[in-house]
């Protein structure tokens, strides 16, 4: 059951304009120390924010939640978004680079995200991410590790491209996603709990094809084996 406070402070926080549920968003995530702290708010309350469909609370609630069902609705409606492209990518980071969760949840945010299979209808997010571009950058180094441990996981990178419907630029992206994820050990610091989760994602990764050399993939395994010998 609710607690009055709890009920007085989603009427207030309603009634608010959005530069101050931002504020609020802000404040009561600095305070979050731990998973079993009492954060002010429950998920309901952060649900009836997210009702009110403003822009800049959705920011702050992309940024400061507490709850990773609300990151995670907040980052797949961004990035379905193809009108308000600028909002929608800032949505996208905010919600990666969200520190709060990794401090208010045992299991959350990014795992949840990247264990979904359905992260698969944007590629171009994932190649992004997989290139080390922005949505890399975003995430916390906990948040990558996390990201990739949690990839391979998700059983769409165990299966084939799907040809039944013959698309090019589709089947491009697709296999695009793999090799960007193979060439990440060229990039990532050389660290053995890098090296693990990576030759963990390997394992689970298809090797139909990837848009490289003929032998890249065996160059690959054995970088990411000296670079876990060497890193100890």
Not at 160 to 187: I, N
Not at 206 to 217: D, M, Q, Y
Request: one cysteine or more; glycine letters at 6%; proline letters at 4%.
């Amino acid at each position: 059951m609710r607690s009055v406070e709890t009920f007085l402070l989603e009427a207030e926080l309603l009634a608010s304009p959005p530069q101050a549920v931002y504020d609020w968003l802000k404040e009561r995530g600095a305070k979050v120390n731990r998973v079993f702290d009492d954060h002010g708010g429950d998920e309901e309350l952060e649900e009836a924010l997210l009702a009110r469909a403003d822009p800049l609370i959705d920011l702050g609630l992309a940024r400061f939640c507490v709850h990773g069902s609300i990151a995670k609705r907040l980052f797949s409606r961004a990035l379905g978004n193809k009108n308000e492209l600028n909002h929608a990518r800032a949505l996208r980071l905010a919600a990666l680079s969200n520190q709060v969760l990794g401090k208010s949840n045992l299991f959350g945010f990014p795992d949840a995200l990247f264990k979904n299979e359905e992260l698969y209808r944007w590629l171009e997010f994932l190649r992004d991410l997989l290139e080390g571009n922005e949505p890399w950058q975003a995430l916390s180094e906990d948040g990558r590790l996390a990201s990739i441990f949690a990839l391979s996981n998700n059983e769409r990178v165990r299966r084939p491209y799907d040809d039944t419907y013959l698309d090019g630029w589709d089947e491009y992206m697709y296999h695009g996603v793999s090799t960007a994820a193979w060439k990440l050990a060229e990039k990532v610091p050389t660290t053995p709990v890098r090296a693990m989760s990576l030759a963990r994602l390997y394992c689970s990764l298809r090797r139909e094809r990837v848009l490289g050399l003929p032998r890249f993939i065996g160059q690959i395994c054995i970088g990411i084996l000296c670079q876990w010998v060497f890193s100890l």
